[in-house]
């Protein structure tokens, strides 16, 4: 639980109590300089070592070389140093990120010890990428909740304002130019936050769908009708495929689990695919659906369809209006 008393990044708080090391955490420093990052993150990362905590550099390339080095100028060529590529991590999907800290977690993690990570999150170039890691920025407090991760993100604090406000909203603590922990007042609930995210639109919905199916019945149909039109689409075959795999599981969603009737429209362009499913249903209520398998580990359960879509597509986006649910789906490529 969230106390008002200012911490260090070792565990300790001001009273001299230590922290309970179970759960995660979720940090962030707005800095103004590498020299300022460094000052803060590698004492961070340095301060778990001796009780086995294994530290995690996933930053720009301007940030990982001095932060490196400064933990190397302490420890050498520590195996408990991880280094992982910052662009791999942060500029794939969204998915593929809570992937790989589940993974570190559940591979090095220990009683009383953390993966600790100082994180800096590539947040794109476009609004829609700016919003999807604004997403996963609130996801994970809650995706994350058991687990013994600490997470550091480290943010440019010369970032358009929007995404400062952002950071601001979905980090618990915030860190101090000393490294002291502390109460962030603007944190925001995560579920609230996101379900306060608008639907950003997509211009390609503004023009005639390159295919349009309304009152959808036969399924088997329409994947050959969608598979036939990507199959003249000027693309990567590996994204055409799993772009149709995502529509077949959200168009099956729609037909099986939704309310009738149900509708697909499909627009290609040069470089884009975008692909709205919609019925007369509810659709996920569940401000996280889709961001971990619904069932756990237990794929077998089903409730595997949204999940996948967020890591066969760029960008999905649910909305609701009076006639029921949308599921919109968007992959990009140059």
């Known amino acids: 639980m969230l106390t008002s008393a200012t911490e260090s990044t070792s565990g300790h708080r001001d009273d001299g109590t230590t922290s309970d090391p179970a759960g995660f955490r979720h940090d962030a420093l707005l800095y103004h300089s590498s020299e300022q990052m460094t000052a803060v993150a590698a004492p961070f990362l340095l301060d778990g070592l001796p009780a086995g905590d294994l530290a995690v550099i996933a930053v720009s390339g301007e940030s990982c070389g001095p932060l490196r080095d400064a933990v190397a100028d302490v420890v050498g060529n520590d195996p408990r140093v991880l280094v992982l590529e910052r662009h791999n991590l942060y500029r794939a999907r969204t998915p593929t990120a ?13 009683p009383g010890r ?19 890691w604004q997403r ?9 909740a058991p687990l013994p991760l600490w997470g550091l993100c480290i943010v440019d604090a010369t970032l358009p304002e929007p995404i400062l406000t952002a950071v601001r909203h979905t980090h618990p603590q ?24 608008p639907v950003l639109p997509e211009p390609l919905e503004a023009t005639p769908p390159t295919l349009a199916a309304e009152a959808v019945t036969d399924f088997i149909g329409l994947r050959h009708a969608v598979r036939a039109q990507l199959a003249t689409v000027d693309g990567p075959e590996d994204l055409m495929e799993d772009f149709l795999l995502a ?65 066969l597509c760029d960008h999905v986006a649910i909305s609701r209006d009076a006639h029921g649910n949308s599921i919109r789906l968007t992959t990009h490529w140059t």
């Open 174 to 197: 915030l860190l101090g130019p000393d490294g002291g922990r502390t109460l962030n007042p603007d944190f925001v609930d995560p579920a609230a936050y996101l379900r306060g995210l």
């Open 114 to 132: 953390r993966v600790r990570v100082v994180g800096e999150v590539d947040f794109g170039t476009t609004d829609a990428d700016w919003q999807e």
């Open 247 to 311: 529509v077949d599981e959200m168009a099956s969603n729609s037909v099986r689990h939704g309310a009738p009737p149900a509708g697909l429209r499909l627009w290609t362009a040069p470089g884009t695919l975008v692909c709205t499913i919609r019925d007369s249903g509810p659709g996920p209520t569940d401000p996280f659906a889709g961001y971990g398998p619904a069932h756990g580990e237990d794929l077998s359960a089903g409730g595997m369809g949204l999940w996948l879509a967020r890591q």
């Open 136 to 144: 996963y920025e609130a996801v994970i407090n809650a995706s994350f």
């Open 98 to 110: 809570i992937r790989t800290f589940r993974k570190l977690a559940a591979d090095r993690g220990a």
